[in-house]
């Protein structure tokens, strides 16, 4: 391929990847944060551009760790990043401080973050719980997908969100801050056979439904939904449309590591479909 041109997509010749940038923490296991991004936006043949806000000292067993970037650093990056690669959709993960968030809710708010997608994962190195969640009602306006699961909606809204009626509720509630599109979570929400998510889009609630999977290995399950969604935003579905193949996206990573074992707690999940190109 060397000397042949260069095209974007949708044109003959090479093509070039599309950018995406995600904004979080590392993963010494590999398996969510960061690494659950990057293997997602490869699996998806995208470019991945990497804000580190934290290092988290983690294993399939849990996180022992946190170590915070200092927000000048986190601001260093993003800066670098934007002044140069041409980002087309940005996802959101762990920020370690409050003072992280509101440095990217600053960006945001220039219009430079596109096609944003905020998982506000409420894990903190320092400060209060309710500083984070403050500077997430920062940030939350700014995008275009929020994806709290259902603890996540809780700490954001301070009520419990517990059924699908209540993820409805959580979600309107979100979407009425600011957010254009807000899919509550409801991988851990145990009822029958399904995975049960709930979409608020254009003034309504949807509950989309998948196959839930008996797996210990779920580890990264949620960075990769979102992600996955800011991937098709680049590539330019409609939110909606995004939010239902990322949901088809990560049921089938999911089901193809259920019989892994890497490590004794949960494991990672197989962005790549590794598990089908070997055994089937
Ligand atoms: N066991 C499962 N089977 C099928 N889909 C799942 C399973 N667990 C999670 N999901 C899906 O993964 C995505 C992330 O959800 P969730 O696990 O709630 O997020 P988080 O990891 O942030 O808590 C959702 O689309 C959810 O429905
Ligand atoms: C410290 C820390 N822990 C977990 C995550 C990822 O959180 P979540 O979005 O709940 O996804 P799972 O890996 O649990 O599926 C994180 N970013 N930081």
């Known amino acids: 391929m060397c000397g042949a041109p260069v095209t974007r997509r949708g044109q003959l010749g090479t093509v070039e990847p599309t950018v995406v940038l995600t904004i979080g923490a590392t993963d010494s296991s590999g398996g969510s944060a960061l690494q659950a991004d990057m293997r997602t936006l490869a699996a998806l043949r995208m470019h991945a551009a990497c804000v580190v806000t934290a290092v988290l000292s983690r294993n399939t067993r849990g996180t022992s760790d946190v170590y915070a970037q200092p927000t000048t650093v986190v601001a260093a990056q993003l800066g670098s990043v934007l002044e140069d690669l041409p980002v087309a959709a940005?996802?959101?993960?762990?920020?370690?401080?409050?003072?992280?968030?509101?440095?990217?809710?600053?960006?945001?708010r220039t219009g430079a973050l596109p096609n944003l997608v905020v998982d506000p994962v409420l894990t903190t190195r320092s400060g209060s719980r309710r500083g984070l969640i403050a500077a997430f009602e920062r940030l939350l306006p700014h995008?275009?997908?929020?994806?709290?699961?259902?603890?996540?909606?809780?700490?954001?809204?301070?009520?419990?969100?517990?059924?699908?009626?209540?993820?409805?509720?959580?979600?309107?509630q979100l979407a009425a801050g600011g957010a254009q599109y807000v899919v509550v979570?409801?991988?851990?929400?145990?009822?029958?056979?399904?995975?049960?998510?709930?979409?608020?889009?254009?003034?309504?609630?949807r509950m989309l439904h998948s196959p839930r999977i008996t797996s210990r290995n779920i580890d990264g399950s949620g960075p990769t939904f979102a992600t996955a969604i800011a991937a098709r935003l680049a590539a330019g579905d409609p939110p909606p449309d995004a939010v239902a193949w990322a949901k088809g996206f990560v049921g089938r990573?999911?089901?193809?590591?259920?019989?892994?074992?890497?490590?004794?707690?949960?494991?990672?999940?197989?962005?790549?479909?590794?598990?089908?190109?070997?055994?089937?």
């Open 143 to 172: 995008a275009v997908v929020v994806t709290p699961d259902r603890e996540e909606a809780s700490a954001l809204l301070g009520w419990e969100v517990v059924t699908p009626a209540d993820m409805a509720g959580a979600a309107a």
């Open 90 to 108: 940005v996802k959101t993960g762990m920020f370690p401080t409050a003072e992280a968030v509101v440095a990217v809710a600053a960006r945001a």
């Open 253 to 280: 990573a999911i089901g193809d590591a259920a019989e892994w074992r890497i490590g004794s707690g949960a494991g990672p999940i197989d962005q790549f479909g590794w598990s089908a190109l070997t055994l089937r």
């Open 185 to 205: 979570t409801g991988g851990d929400f145990v009822a029958g056979g399904e995975a049960i998510d709930v979409l608020w889009a254009d003034g309504a609630a």
